[in-house]
């Protein structure tokens, strides 16, 4: 039996370049992905399981504090080779994986929030949509004010609504 997380892209873009405006008042002046989480940064938490999901390089999309997430992570961690796609000045998302993605090395390269965490099998999602150009994994939210909206139909999305920020 062959192990199909050898077939899957190797390389993520992780987007941790944004300030956390509505986080400020609990992680103060450090990244929303360095946020901890059971006393360790979220990242880590991200980084470890891509790594043993089959992860051999990393381009960490870096903006707001990115020394502090450099520092933490250097040049390779638990195994895993970590790049660092420096924002000078916010891309948003789209020009930030743009960016990003003139440091991965494979034509293939999975893209991830740096604030977002599915369990899902690397593999399992790879093999069910290697022959579309690009797929996304989405998941159903209760409450979904504080995300964006997508609509789809027969699998294929139809429109993507931005979150709409409510003032409190």
Excluded: C
């Excluded at 059971?38 to 504090?65: D, E």
């Excluded at 991965?104 to 991830?112: M, P, S, T």
């Excluded at 899902?120 to 995300?147: G, P, T």
């Amino acid at each position: 039996m062959t192990n199909n997380k050898h077939h899957i892209p190797t390389e993520a873009v992780i987007l941790a370049g944004g300030k956390g405006t509505r986080l400020k008042e609990v992680i103060k002046d450090i990244p929303k992905p360095m946020a901890l989480v059971n006393g360790k940064p979220f990242l880590w938490h991200l980084i470890t399981y891509l790594s043993n999901q089959g992860i051999k390089h990393i381009v960490l999309s870096v903006g707001y504090k990115a020394n502090i997430i450099i520092d933490y992570f250097g040049g390779n961690f638990n195994g895993t080779k970590i790049s660092y796609a420096v924002e000078t000045k916010a891309l948003g998302t789209g020009g930030g994986i743009k960016y990003a993605s003139d440091f991965v090395k494979g034509q293939n390269f999975w893209v991830i929030n740096g604030d977002t965490f599915f369990e899902i099998d690397l593999s399992e999602f790879y093999n069910k949509n290697k022959d579309r150009q690009i797929s996304i994994a989405l998941a159903e939210m209760a409450e979904f004010d504080r995300y964006g909206v997508v609509e789809f139909d027969n699998e294929k999305i139809t429109a993507f609504k931005e979150k709409q920020y409510q003032k409190h």
